[in-house]
Every structure is written in structure tokens, then in C-alpha cells.
């Protein structure tokens, strides 16, 4: 009886600490057994294991493959290169990323742990914060762009050319890095083993509420500002164009061909406004909870939400526009191997 006594003891003091911690409760389970400071694992039943799990890998293997239809259709095919594509193309990259990190997302929503270490951790959080910020600059370039082709038209061409297009999305990647960068390293993210407000095995962002709110602002509250106020403007002349049109038909008037490229610029803004509204109605309640509610289930939840999004906006472009259906049926069809594929009229029978 001693001797059973000593031995456990012995564990409980510096043997094997998995043992220990499975004597003093079978029900608990530690991130990193072998250490003391580890977090506890998220308990979950088998079932709900493996439904997130199946979850996470069939959103994230739809979300790589749209997207990637969506970059390969616009880097191949030469009439799909205009200044809004280059932006779109920007938008599906993002995307596709968003895409590849799901696996890595699904692993701490299930586990409630980080095996990756203190270093990737900051790089981890660093990158998302760099994707969820891009997702947003780049509505706000496709938002000046359909303001300038909808609302003054006759300077388009001029202004908004695809190499300024391909600067602009360079620059904003570059300024949403940097302001990243920024907010990880200054929070001491990169070195989390000197902090003690956290256990070992878990990889969260501990910032302050006025960095939280300087943060909101800057990065969602002044961009979806600016996006309201350009898609206002656009959809007000958008609605004066489409009178006047329509006027002009049922007058029996000839439509000119610039009243024709007006109603599809029209067109094209709609059917991007949609890509902006779906994206607001997923990241609006997030950052209204990451401000009032202290549930790490919500916020969780709220977040698949946002990843969620990378893998509908290639949906709204195969509702609402021809080009990509037909550019991925000849992607799929393994007709771009052909050498004048790139030359292909992606618009006719449209």
C-alpha cells in the first residue's frame, strides 16, 4: 500500500506528466502534456470532431478551387485584362490564401491549442490580420473604380489604366503590411514566452481596448465609409442613367453604343456592390462582437463567417458574369493548353 502510495507521489512530482494528469482527472486533456503552463484542450465529442473537421476541408478545397478558376481566367485570357479585373484578380488571391489558412484555423477552433511555436504564432496572426485588412482595400479600389466608370466615364480610360489599377493594389497590400506589422510586433506577439496572461499552447491576440478601437477604425469603420459613400453616389446615377435608357427605348430613339457601355458599367458596379454588401454583412457582427461580447465560441463562429465569404464571391461572379462561366469551361475542359488560347473572344455569344 506504501509503495503504491510513493509511486504515485513519484509521478505526481516530476515523472511522467501525462500519467499525472490523467490520475488526477480522466476527463482532462493538456495541449502539451509533458509542461506544466500547458492549455487545456477544447473538449469536443467525437461526432462534433469530426464534423468541423470535414467542414473546415471541404469549405477550404471549394474556396482554392473557385478562386483559382477566377485567377487563372483573368491571368490567361487577354480580353479579361481591364484595370477592374486586375483588382478582381487581386480579391480571388486574397481569397484563395484565406482558403489555404482554413486548416490551420480549424486546428485551434477544434483543439483550442497552437503546436506551431511563439514565432509562428506572430507570423499567424500577422498574416491574418494582413488578409482581412487586403479583403477590404481591395473592395475600396473596386469601389473607386466603378465610381470613376459610372459617374464619369469620359475620364475612365484616361485615369484609371491597368498598370495604375496594378500599383494601387501593390500599394495597399504594401500600407496594410506595414500597418500590420506594426500592430503585431508593438503588442509583443513575437515574444510570447514572456508573457504570463497566457498558457503555453495558445495563440491569441491580447490588445487593448482603445488599440482595439483605433484598430476598428482605421482598418473597417474609414474604408466601409468610403465604400457607402461611392456606391450611394453610384447606384443614384446609375438609377438616372437606367431612366434616361429607357426613355430613349421606349421612344423608339436609337440607344447610342456609349448609352450601351453605360448600362454595362452600370451592371458591373451592381454585381460588385453585391460582392461588397455580402462582405460587410459577414464582417460587421464580427467586429461588433469582438468589441461587446467576451465569447471566444462567438467570435469563433463569427470568424468562419469571414472565411466563409473568400468562397462566395466566386459564386456572384459565376451568377452574374458570362465570362466566367465560359472561361471556366474552357479551363476545365483543358482548352487553354492550346496555344491561341489566350486570344479567345471570352465576350462572344454574349
Not at 34 to 50: A, D, I
Not at 76 to 104: C, E, Q, R, Y
Request: contains cysteine; proline residues 2%; hydrophobic residues 45%.
Amino acid at each position: 500500500m506504501k509503495g503504491q502510495k510513493g509511486e504515485q507521489n513519484k509521478l505526481l512530482t516530476g515523472g511522467d506528466s501525462l500519467m499525472a494528469y490523467e490520475t488526477e482527472d480522466q476527463e482532462t486533456q493538456y495541449c502539451f502534456p509533458v509542461m506544466n503552463s500547458s492549455c487545456l484542450k477544447g473538449k469536443r465529442s467525437r461526432h462534433g470532431y469530426n464534423i468541423i473537421y470535414v467542414f473546415a476541408s471541404l469549405l477550404s478545397v471549394w474556396t482554392v478551387f473557385l478562386n483559382l478558376l477566377v485567377i487563372i481566367s483573368i491571368s490567361h485570357f487577354k480580353k479579361l485584362h481591364t484595370p477592374t479585373n486586375m483588382i478582381i484578380l487581386s480579391l480571388a488571391v486574397n481569397d484563395l490564401v484565406v482558403g489555404l489558412a482554413m486548416p490551420v484555423e480549424a486546428i485551434r477552433l477544434i483543439d483550442k491549442c497552437w503546436y506551431f511555436g511563439h514565432t509562428f504564432c506572430g507570423l499567424y496572426l500577422l498574416f491574418v490580420s494582413l488578409l482581412l485588412s487586403s479583403s477590404l482595400s481591395n473592395l475600396v479600389l473596386i469601389a473607386v473604380d466603378r465610381y470613376v466608370a459610372v459617374c464619369h466615364p469620359l475620364l475612365y480610360q484616361q485615369k484609371i489604366t491597368i498598370t495604375k489599377a496594378l500599383l494601387s493594389v501593390c500599394l495597399s497590400w504594401a500600407c496594410f503590411s506595414a500597418y500590420g506589422s506594426t500592430l503585431v510586433i508593438n503588442n509583443g506577439y513575437f515574444d510570447t514566452s514572456q508573457r504570463t496572461d497566457v498558457c503555453y499552447g495558445k495563440c491569441s491576440v491580447m490588445i487593448s481596448f482603445t488599440r482595439i478601437v483605433i484598430n476598428l477604425f482605421m482598418s473597417f469603420i474609414f474604408p466601409c465609409t468610403l465604400i457607402i459613400t461611392l456606391y450611394l453616389r453610384i447606384f443614384y446615377v446609375v438609377h438616372q442613367q437606367v431612366k434616361v435608357i429607357n426613355s430613349l427605348m421606349k421612344g423608339g430613339k436609337r440607344v447610342t453604343e456609349g448609352s450601351v457601355k453605360r448600362k454595362s458599367e452600370s451592371k458591373a458596379a451592381l454585381t460588385l456592390g453585391i460582392i461588397v454588401s455580402v462582405y460587410l454583412l459577414c464582417y460587421i457582427p464580427y467586429c461588433i462582437c469582438s468589441l461587446t461580447v467576451n465569447s471566444s465560441t462567438a467570435i469563433s463562429v463569427l470568424t468562419w463567417f469571414l472565411y466563409t465569404n473568400s468562397g462566395v464571391n466566386p459564386l456572384v461572379y459565376a451568377l452574374f458574369y458570362p465570362w466566367f462561366k465560359k472561361s471556366s469551361k474552357l479551363i476545365l475542359t483543358l482548352r487553354i493548353l492550346q496555344s491561341t488560347s489566350s486570344l479567345i473572344n471570352i465576350f462572344a455569344q454574349y
